[in-house]
C-alpha cells in the first residue's frame, strides 16, 4: 500500500509520541525526531538537532549506563549508523563515558573480525564463524603486545 502525506504525517505523529507508548517493542521502533540533513558525523552530533534526539533517548531509555547501570556522565551511543540522522530508539544505547569508548573498540574489533574472516576463508566464512577463528583473530590482533 503506497503511503500517502496524510498517513506519513499520522505514523510521524504517532512516533514523536512514542513516550506514551507502553511496550518497550512499541517504543522500540519509535522515531528520537524528524530527519535530520546530512551534515557530516562530528557537525551532526554537535547539533542541535541531535541534542533534541539524544534527550528524548535519555527519557524513553532512561539515565543509566546499559553497561554497568551509572547515573552520571551519560552518552547516547549509536548501535550503528544504518539509520544515521532517522535514529530510532532501538538504533541508540545509554552509555557513561568510561563504557562508551570500550563499546566503540568492541564494536571496532567485531567489524575486524568480519573483515579478516572473509579475507581469510573468502565465501565460506560462515562456516569458520567459531571460537577457534575467534581465538585466531584475537592472537592475530594481540601478536605484537
Avoid at 518497550?24 to 557530516?40: D, F, P, V, Y
Avoid at 532501538?90 to 562508551?100: E, G, K, M, S
Avoid at 565465501?123 to 603486545?145: G, Q, W
Amino acid at each position: 500500500m503506497r503511503k500517502t502525506k496524510r498517513t506519513q504525517d499520522l505514523q510521524l505523529s504517532l512516533d514523536f509520541n512514542c513516550s506514551t507508548l507502553k511496550g518497550k517493542k512499541e517504543k522500540a521502533n519509535c522515531l528520537l525526531g524528524s530527519k535530520s540533513a546530512h551534515m557530516g558525523y562530528k557537525k551532526y552530533i554537535q547539533s542541535l538537532e541531535w541534542k533534541k534526539k539524544r534527550d528524548k533517548a535519555f527519557e524513553i531509555l532512561g539515565r543509566k549506563c546499559a553497561k554497568c547501570k551509572r547515573k552520571d556522565n551519560l552518552e547516547v551511543h549509536h548501535k550503528n549508523y544504518e539509520n544515521l540522522y532517522e535514529e530510532r530508539v532501538n538504533d541508540v544505547v545509554v552509555l557513561c563515558t568510561i563504557c562508551h569508548p570500550i563499546e566503540d573498540f568492541e564494536r571496532g574489533v567485531a567489524k575486524g573480525y568480519e573483515t579478516w574472516l572473509r579475507n581469510k576463508h573468502g565465501d565460506s566464512a560462515d562456516m569458520y564463524n567459531d571460537d577457534i577463528s575467534h581465538e585466531e583473530f584475537l592472537n592475530y590482533i594481540y601478536r605484537d603486545t
